[in-house]
Structure formats: C-alpha cells, structure tokens
C-alpha cells in the first residue's frame, strides 16, 4: 500500500522532431505516426493550397476555354514572397485584427506581410522586393515549408 508507481514518460527533443519534419518532407509522405516509448505523435504534411486534380477529359471546347471575368495571368515581371521558414501562416498579428496586406496593396522591402510560427515563435516574414501584391497564395492559418510562395508580386 505504501508503494508508488512512477511512470516514465519519454519526450521527443527539438532535433528528433526536426529530423521526422525532414523524414517527412524529404520522402514526400503525407502522413507520419512515430513511437517513442510512451510518446506518440503524428505528423501531417499540408501546404494549405488547394491541390488540383487533372481533368479526366482534356479535350477543350470554346464554351470552355473562355471562363467569363477571368484572364490569365502573366507572372513576367512578378517575383513571389516566400516563407523564410517551416510552420503555420498567418496574415494578421492576431485573429480578429485587420490581414498586415491585401490584393492591390505596395510593398516595399521593409514591409510586414505576414507571420510564421514555428515552435510557439512569431517570425515576421517582410516583402524583400518593391512592387504591388497581386496574388496571396496561402490561407491564414495554414502550414507553410521552407521556400513556399506565398505572395505574387508585380515589381515596379
């Protein structure tokens, strides 16, 4: 009756969690599950943009082709923004405040477009480039990798 039990509990160190992130990313899986001793944990890849699927039938017809108010968009004189690092996006500072950009907006190099956290950090992601925002590509809220555009901007 005196006696009592202590239950070990394994954890994951930062490196061991890197290390599945890259497992993850390197060899294209989707999903990950890995076990630690008592620690499970499982790890989803998304990169918070819609991925399209191929049409079945590739033919194209004029009542097709033409998608009225649409027109294609050239990016010749557009670079992206890209995330400076791996986690989650988001567009405000915080839930219900106004988004740091919009479509039709300038930025110049200094300018706050956006937020990455990863591991409880807020890293501010900044334009790096002079132009006007023509296209945001990722949803707030969504998992962001290293490299990933997120912004479309028409240089100036």
Known sequence: MGQSLEKRVTMYTVEELQALMKTLNEQGLE??????GDMEIELFKSTGVAKKTPAENTETTDETSDIEGEEPREFTDQQSIKSPIVGTFYRASEPEAAPF?????????ETVVGIVEAMKLFN???????GEIVDILVEDGAFVEHGEPLFIVKEV
Request: proline residues 5%; hydrophobic residues 30%; charged residues 40%.
């Open 31 to 36: 999903h990950l599950k890995a076990k630690n």
């Open 124 to 130: 501010e992601v900044s334009a790096d480039v002079e």
């Open 101 to 109: 950009i919009k479509e039709g907006d300038p930025v110049h190099e």
